[in-house]
């Protein structure tokens, strides 16, 4: 006999789905990866890497690196600031 697994998120399944973002989560996420970004670019913490060669070119792929960071740091937690940003977007926008 074959049973059937429900779908993820389905009532009575082990596994909850995860809420869904709204606009101003959405809108809050994107720019604490763009504060975290810029941030980054001037604190220059992350150097270029070697092998960009210096110039133009090893300036446009750091700030992509950058970009990628605080994308990454968003994905594990943040630094708040998104949660903060939504929040107050909440209470004004109401």
């Known amino acids: 006999m074959i049973t059937q697994t429900p779908p993820v998120g389905a009532a009575?399944?082990?596994?909850?789905?995860?809420?869904?973002?709204?606009?101003?989560?959405?809108?809050?996420?994107?720019?604490?990866?763009?504060?975290?970004?810029?941030?980054?670019?001037?604190?220059?913490?992350?150097?270029?890497?070697?092998?960009?060669?210096g110039g133009f070119g090893a300036e446009m792929f750091s700030s992509l690196l950058n970009r990628a960071y605080a994308e990454q740091l968003g994905k594990a937690g943040g630094l708040g600031l998104a949660e903060t940003i939504r929040d107050r977007i909440g209470r004004d926008g109401a």
């Open 12 to 53: 009575g399944s082990a596994t909850p789905r995860p809420p869904a973002r709204t606009a101003d989560a959405d809108a809050a996420a994107a720019f604490e990866t763009a504060f975290v970004a810029e941030m980054l670019h001037a604190a220059k913490l992350v150097r270029e890497p070697e092998g960009f060669g």
